[in-house]
């Protein structure tokens, strides 16, 4: 197992709140990325931290955003939820390989 | 845009077959492959990888190949066994600026025993 962990594990939420999710980086690791996992399909890329500033953003409204914190543990916020933010949500630590926490389920009704 | 197709959807396989796995990637600057395994409801796990300077590498019963010219790249499992079974995401990545990862869409892989 990696050293990368996520809180929390599930969470379940309705339309129009907001969300924080946290995750914590394998020790060493200075980059977080962030990922929207759909039932069914694969990841997508939504924010990359390093070393607190943001390092590029997918394609995901504004009203998704995250923090990085100098220990480098991190944190994603979505405000005004909508139903098809229901996912897994994943972090990842590393730069050209990267290491999966075991993901946030939120759902959204 | 960037995208990543992965192919076969679903591959069911006797223990003890090979399986392979297909991606093709659209962007031209990639030049990191890695490949994941996502058992139910767990974390995507690291089980190889290649880098665009190398035309293939192995890991005892697991193989990757890259095809640059094509774009290909595709996943080789030999003498599969039933724990094998499990959904593989290939992903694209360029290893400068923002790392971030394209995925494909996943192959569902049943070993039968």
């Known amino acids: 197992e990696t050293g990368v962990t996520q809180s929390p594990t599930h969470l379940i939420k309705t339309r129009g709140q907001q969300v924080t999710l946290r995750c914590s980086s394998q020790s060493g690791h200075n980059t977080v990325s962030w990922y929207q996992q759909a039932l069914g399909q694969g990841p997508q890329f939504i924010f990359q931290?390093?070393?607190?500033?943001?390092?590029g953003r997918g394609n995901f409204p504004p009203r998704f955003s995250g923090l990085q914190f100098p220990n480098y543990s991190s944190e994603l916020n979505v405000n005004a939820l909508e139903l098809d933010d229901s996912a897994l949500y994943l972090c990842?630590?590393?730069?050209?390989?990267?290491?999966f926490g075991p993901g946030t389920r939120l759902t959204v009704l | 845009g960037e995208n990543v197709e992965q192919h076969p959807s679903t591959l069911s396989v006797q223990e003890g077959d090979s399986a392979v796995i297909k991606c093709t990637y659209s962007?031209?600057?990639?030049?990191?492959f890695p490949w994941y395994k996502q058992e139910l409801g767990k974390r995507p796990q690291l089980i190889i990888d290649?880098?665009?300077?190398?035309g293939e590498k192995k890991d005892q019963r697991i193989a990757v190949t890259l095809n640059k010219t094509a774009k290909h790249f595709s996943l080789h499992i030999t003498e599969t066994q039933p724990e094998d079974s499990a959904v593989y995401f290939c992903a694209a990545s360029e290893t400068s600026g923002t790392y971030k990862y394209i995925f494909g869409t996943g192959t569902r892989l049943k070993v039968l025993a």
């Open positions: 290649i880098r665009s300077n190398v």
């Open positions: 990842a630590s590393g730069v050209d390989t990267q290491y």
């Open positions: 962007d031209s600057a990639s030049n990191y």
């Open positions: 931290y390093y070393r607190e500033e943001e390092n």
